[in-house]
């Protein structure tokens, strides 16, 4: 028997509903511990950034590259004119919403700039290509991936998505166009483009209207104004079917002859052959996420038990990468309110997209279920497998509450970033110099207390008297600025 024929199965004698899985918002949803993304009103982001050229196809991108002015590092900027946006308090609600996403397989969001006419987001700078370019790049649209790639990709966006649905989002318009792979010749890829994303039913146009790929990716349900969580569900099942066959599975002249395609539901293969040469795991994985009727599909979490992920790429990186940072994550001291502005000061404005990538990987592969958080259980399990020691449960919630900023009891992919960068890269003298630079505000060669303040108040909350008390603890006294050599001495201490 299928695996999603069992699972119906299971479902009716449950009365409708899969008793294996709580899809309850989880403890981790119901925190505001994710990315801030800091927002700077009234400053304009030409300041900060040299902006260019267009990033990816200028026919359906929406983001330019963006390189800051004292750092160099490389960011991809979006702009949203106001004068596009129908009510600025939902537009708002959605912006709060973006500064909760913390997940490796979703594009994090840093900052957002707002002059009079537009807001200006600021993201990691995914160089990867989309998936659409990938596929047809490579396979000029004849044929597909192989089982194991496709497997891994959409794994993760299983587990994109799953975070998200538990966290009460939709996504509402996965399509290859929006999936971005972080660097070339990975298969480590993200979510993007969250416009039309929430929880409020849309018009269809605003999802399908625009982009040369119309309605291909819509569920049925959409088709008629409906949303819930399956309508991803549908769009992944679109993915995985485009990523084997290299086509898409409904397709038409028009708009109109999609939808009536999708409508249909009756999917005319280009190759019959090479749909028959797949596994039946994969036609059963298709064949579930394209059902009709969206109450017969299934859940991110039960997709995800599917055997046929048993074919998934496993990771690949050096088991000494793995090592060093479960080393830093045991050597990690704990938050101080200084500590923790800094760090997320650091994480938001000195990483590198290379860095980022490589910290993602690394906790990707700790984090089994692909949550976006590192439960104990998972941590104790890295440690014995990469490292060889099976710590007890005291020693291995001890080395959480150290690290677990908002007291969730667990690790989420912040707070792994912080526990976990390189901090001798970090105090290096060029990256600190760097650092000193966008404290300067006035750039005199000084801190204030004031700079000090005002910068990592936006990565935290920090008042005056938590900066004076660092200060004085570099020379045991307080002074009213300080120059680069005592910020130097305050970064050493801070991260000792």
Not at 22 to 49: A, L
Not at 232 to 244: A, C, E, Q
Request: hydrophobic share 35%; proline share 3%.
């Amino acid at each position: 028997m299928a695996y999603f024929e069992q699972l119906l199965r299971e479902r009716a004698e449950n009365g409708g509903s899969a008793s294996n899985y709580d899809e309850r918002p989880s403890k981790q949803s119901q925190q505001s511990s994710g990315t801030m993304v800091i927002h700077k009103p009234g400053v304009s982001i030409h300041d900060y950034y040299y902006i260019s050229g267009i990033i990816g196809n200028p026919y359906d991108s929406k983001a330019r590259l963006g390189i800051n002015r004292q750092s160099g590092v490389e960011r991809a900027i979006k702009e949203v004119p106001k004068a596009q946006i129908a009510d600025l308090g939902d537009y708002l609600k959605k912006v709060r919403m973006l500064s909760q996403l913390d997940h490796p397989n979703i594009c994090r969001y840093m900052e957002l700039f707002e002059d009079e006419y537009s807001y200006y987001y600021v993201s990691e700078f995914l160089q990867g290509g989309d998936l659409w370019d990938a596929v047809y790049g490579l396979f000029g649209g004849f044929g597909g991936y192989s089982e194991e790639t496709a497997a891994t990709v959409v794994k993760q966006l299983l587990q994109a998505s799953g975070y998200l649905h538990k966290k009460g989002i939709i996504h509402r318009n996965i399509r290859s166009g929006n999936i971005l792979f972080s660097e070339r010749g990975k298969l480590d890829v993200k979510l993007i483009d969250f416009d039309v994303a929430g929880t409020k039913t849309l018009e269809t146009v605003n999802v399908y209207g625009g982009g040369m790929l119309g309605p291909h990716y819509c569920a049925p349900e959409v088709l008629k104004g409906e949303f819930t969580e399956k309508s991803d569900l549908w769009s992944i099942g679109i993915i995985l079917y485009f990523m084997l066959m290299g086509d898409l599975p409904y397709n038409g002249e028009t708009h109109e002859d999609v939808i009536k395609a999708v409508t249909r539901g009756t999917i005319k293969h280009h190759n019959d052959l090479l749909y028959k040469s797949l596994t039946p795991e994969s036609r059963d994985l298709v064949e579930a996420l394209l059902q009709q009727n969206p109450k017969n599909r299934p859940t991110a979490q039960e997709a995800l038990q599917h055997p046929w992920f048993d074919l998934s790429i496993k990771g690949t990186l050096k088991k000494s990468d793995l090592s060093n940072a479960l080393q830093s994550l045991k050597s990690f001291t704990g938050h101080s309110k200084i500590k923790s502005a800094m760090l997320g000061f650091f994480v938001q404005n000195l990483l590198s997209q290379q860095e980022l990538n490589h910290l993602a990987q690394q906790f990707k592969e700790f984090d089994k279920d692909g949550s976006g958080a590192l439960s104990p259980q998972e941590l104790r399990t890295a440690l014995k497998e990469v490292q060889g020691v099976d710590y007890n449960e005291n020693e291995i919630n001890e080395i959480i509450q150290r690290i677990d900023a908002d007291g969730d009891g667990e690790i989420n992919y912040s707070e792994f970033l912080m526990a976990a960068l390189n901090r001798n890269a970090m105090l290096s003298g060029e990256r600190l110099e760097v650092a000193f630079r966008l404290f300067d505000v006035d750039g005199n060669g000084e801190l204030s207390i004031q700079e000090v303040k005002n910068l990592l108040s936006l990565a935290k909350p920090v008042d005056e008297v938590t900066v004076m008390r660092a200060l004085k603890e570099v020379d045991g006294r307080t002074k009213a600025n300080i120059g680069f050599t005592e910020f130097k001495t305050l970064m050493q201490k801070l991260f000792d």
